[in-house]
């Protein structure tokens, strides 16, 4: 059973704390593959759309021009994997960060999350890029409660034409 304690007893409250979890050079790195890879796939795209009917080639091989016309379907295939790949690095970055942000939080906090004393929840605020700051805010029971209020409300049936009058 938890103790009610005064508000003041928690004096931990506001806890600023940075997180450092090397996210950010992955998400970097993600961001510039998916730039990349999304260019390459709107000139394939294009060659493939509005490209020429036919591309003469000399007997030494192909130009590299002339290997996007003559190639574009298997690049703009290849650079669409390459931006789902970017994509997935981004959203391992995003997961690694979230995970680290919540052992952060446990960290810090500590046993004061389990001393929380009743109508107050906490709040947690980003100040700067790895700059967070943890707060313990009153509870909104009032916007609780008005959002159960209209859900269990059953809707009213709408009169009909006939029976307005």
């Not at 390459?40 to 020429?52: E, K, Q, V, Y």
């Not at 036919?54 to 016309?69: D, E, I, K, M």
């Not at 690049?75 to 994509?87: E, P």
């Not at 906090?109 to 009153?138: F, I, R, W």
Request: hydrophobic share 35%; charged share 20%.
């Amino acid at each position: 059973m938890k103790e009610k304690q005064d508000i003041h007893s928690l004096n931990v409250f506001p806890l600023k704390f940075e997180v450092d979890d090397g996210s950010t050079s992955l998400s970097t790195t993600s961001n510039i593959v998916n730039a990349v890879a999304g260019c390459i796939l709107a000139i394939a795209a294009g060659i493939i759309i509005f490209g020429p009917d036919s591309v003469q080639v000399s007997w030494s091989g192909p130009t590299f021009t002339q290997f996007w016309l003559l190639y574009p379907g298997p690049i703009a295939t290849a650079a669409g994997l390459v931006l789902y790949l970017g994509q997935h690095l981004k959203n391992n970055a995003r997961e690694e960060r979230e995970n680290t942000l919540e052992q952060k939080i446990s960290d810090v906090a500590g046993a004061n999350l389990e001393k929380l004393p009743e109508g107050y929840t906490l709040s947690l605020n980003k100040l700067g890029s790895e700059t967070y700051q943890l707060d313990l805010v009153p509870a909104d029971d009032t916007l609780a409660s008005t959002k159960e209020d209209s859900l269990s409300q059953e809707p009213q049936a709408t009169p009909k034409k006939d029976e307005i009058s």
